[in-house]
């Protein structure tokens, strides 16, 4: 009903015909978050919408065509998905016309201070309070920090350590716990250790970059070159240079 919309009477409550969210944004975007957690009739559902760019409200016999873009996103593996059975191998080749990946943010920790800076002025003006000030000791542990809860538990550490600052600078000790007591763990192990998967990824991505660049773009040369299949070094490449025009 809310995706699809519904006809007057076609189920206790519905006391008038209502538009689904894809009939709302006609000649625009819709964006679906979380779509690995869809229930696989619905699925089905989308799916079929997907293809055919055509729906029916609940209750309703008329087929309406719709023109909107289906912008969905997911912080789950939909590859594993689809081989548990869990998720649309169909649906989730039709939603990855144009994949975008955005890297956690323990992957990119310089954007951290511009994200602070959001953060700060976003939970400040909805307490109604001037912005304070980071404290560079403040702003350094939180650089350093691996974020397992990535950008969401950055929102969270600022709308926290505003409550908790004098509501002029936010300090070292105005943060959680977890992030304060970061280097205290880290000097109690001799060395920190990543997963060797996440290294060996890295790797390859900088190297099949690399042997890209001397093979002037031609992708089968590359591949070539590094005595790989054409389908793996795709697989192996940046997500941002994965659809890049031969």
């Excluded at 059975?85 to 169909?90: A, K, P, Q």
């Excluded at 956690?104 to 511009?114: G, I």
């Excluded at 105005?174 to 790797?203: G, H, N, Y």
């Excluded at 190297?207 to 070159?225: I, S, V």
Aim: hydrophobic share 40%; with cysteine.
């Amino acid at each position: 009903s809310e995706l699809f919309g519904h006809s007057k009477g076609s189920f206790t409550g519905a006391i008038a015909n209502k538009k689904g969210l894809f009939e709302e944004a006609e000649g625009g975007s819709t964006f679906l978050d979380e779509i690995g957690s869809m229930p696989m009739t619905l699925q089905s559902k989308l799916l079929r919408f997907l293809q055919e760019k055509e729906l029916r409200r609940v209750g309703d016999n008329i087929t309406r065509h719709v023109n909107v873009r289906v912008i969905a996103a997911t912080n789950e593996k939909l590859e594993e998905k689809t081989r548990l059975g869990s998720f649309r191998e169909d649906l989730f080749y039709r939603l990855s016309v144009i994949p975008l990946e955005i890297p956690p943010l323990r992957e990119r920790l310089s954007d951290v201070p511009l994200l602070v800076q959001h953060f700060v002025n976003m939970s400040a003006g909805a307490m109604g309070i001037p912005a304070p000030g980071v404290e560079p000791e403040a702003l350094r542990l939180m650089q350093t920090y691996r974020w397992p809860g990535n950008v969401r538990e950055l929102q969270n550490a600022i709308e926290r350590a505003i409550a908790m600052s004098n509501r002029e600078r936010i300090k070292v000790e105005d943060l959680p716990e977890r992030i304060r007591m970061q280097e205290t763990t880290a000097r109690s192990q001799p060395l920190a250790i990543r997963p060797l998967k996440d290294v060996l990824r890295e790797f390859e991505r900088d190297y099949c970059t690399k042997a890209l660049k001397l093979a002037h773009g031609d992708r089968r040369a590359a591949a070539h070159m590094l005595k790989i299949s054409l389908p793996s070094f795709y697989r192996k490449l940046p997500p941002s240079m994965e659809d890049l025009p031969q």
